[in-house]
């Protein structure tokens, strides 16, 4: 594979996404070539990342180096992270043209950004996704954020990487869960701006899964092109960009009533977030039948068990409902809720109040 590049341009300023093989081990020259030079590097990293990659990555680096290893659990996306990444950057005197680097899954990079967001008003800021979630959705966009204990992503920022670097070399040590969670993404792009993208996806849905060559590079690369085309017209998430949150409101509402367990990771509950949107869309007369099948049956292709009831029970519904009456998008007493009324568009006008959505848990519930 050729390595690519998409370059993102936003009114908040522009940087590149360089996709390929082998990539993370080309850093010292790719900061180079981008004209990004500091004296001082901290890596920020996913424990799950071997030491031996890490090495190979430091060896390419010719700043002086500091590094801390986090968890990478929502649990770890909190203020005490986030001051423990500040204390060491205070501590060896790091300046705003010196560099934070995170390399890990989306969760480093979210809240590694805020961290390089807040430092001094703006540290210069890197970011080498090394999972398949990451690599076609949380390092594109400038998004950061970290939790609290009333929902998920509450407290966050909008700030620019000065680069992104997508090596897929990280994802064949990645286990079969880790790309169901990253291809959730996938599907959401297609679902929500590309009904060609869908029909590929069904067709060789198997094939990207085992990250068959060519079909993963080509999904990954077409999501990372469907996420730029949406994030440089509306990067504050204002209007348009709130479509890439299709299936979220109910995800994180998921994730956040298990306590960000590991029994549902991110992508799990996206998938979850979708299949409850789509059902919602035609329990509203929005979705047509024919579509919702194609959207539930491609679910069961990627794996049988995304189904709300392995993963919930009727007396779990107040505590959904909860967070999701918290969720950042939404306005007054009402939940904004992204809902499909056919593959490849999606609409972000919808409101409903918190009776209409417990009606629709109850009637789900009801019927199993």
């Known amino acids: 594979m050729k390595i690519k590049k998409i370059l993102i341009n936003t009114t908040d300023g522009k940087y590149p996404i360089w996709i390929g093989k082998n990539l993370s081990f080309k850093l010292g020259s790719l900061l ?11 890596l920020i990293i996913d424990n799950r990342v071997p030491k031996i990659t890490v090495q190979k990555i430091k060896k390419k680096l010719k700043n002086k180096i500091y590094s801390i290893y986090l ?35 989306g969760i480093i990079g979210d809240l590694s950004a805020y961290a390089a967001s807040i430092f001094k008003r703006g540290l210069l800021y890197i970011n080498i996704p090394t999972t398949l979630l990451a ?32 090596d897929i070399s ?18 959401k792009h297609a679902l929500i701006s590309d009904r060609n993208f869908f029909n590929f996806l069904n067709r060789n849905v198997s094939k990207i899964l085992n990250l068959k060559s060519n079909y993963i590079e080509n ?4 999501s990372c092109i469907i996420k730029k085309n949406i994030v440089e017209k509306d990067f ?4 348009l960009r709130k479509i890439l949150n299709f299936g979220h409101t109910f995800a994180h509402a998921y994730e ?11 992508g799990e509950a996206v998938m979850l977030g979708i299949s409850s949107a789509a059902k919602f869309s035609l329990d509203s007369k929005i979705l047509n039948i024919k579509d919702y099948d194609l959207i539930s049956r491609h679910i069961k292709m990627v794996n ?22 918290t969720d950042k998008k939404n306005s007054n007493d009402k939940i904004n809720l992204i809902l499909i009324p056919k593959i490849g568009k999606v609409n972000y006008n919808y409101k409903f109040n918190l009776k209409r959505i417990e009606k629709f848990f109850s009637n789900y519930f009801n019927i199993i």
């Open 32 to 42: 180079k070539k981008n004209d990004i030079f500091s004296k001082k590097v901290l």
């Open 71 to 105: 968890n990478p659990s929502e649990k770890s996306k909190s203020q005490k992270t986030v001051d423990k990444i500040i204390n060491i950057l205070l501590k060896n005197n790091f300046n705003r043209s010196d560099c934070l680097i995170s390399i890990g899954g």
């Open 135 to 166: 690599q076609v959705d949380s390092s594109i966009g400038g998004k950061t954020g970290i939790n609290s204990k009333y929902g998920k992503n509450l407290i966050g920022s909008f700030y620019q990487p000065k680069m992104v670097i997508s």
């Open 170 to 187: 990280f994802l064949k040590s990645l286990p079969k869960r880790e790309i169901l969670c990253g291809y959730a993404e996938i599907f």
């Open 219 to 222: 999904s990954i690369y077409k």
């Open 236 to 239: 504050k998430e204002r209007g």
């Open 256 to 266: 956040a009533s298990m306590g960000y367990s590991s029994k549902l990771n991110h």
């Open 304 to 325: 049988k068990k995304f189904v709300l009831r392995n993963f919930f029970r009727k007396n779990n519904i107040k505590k959904i409902i909860k967070f999701m009456s």
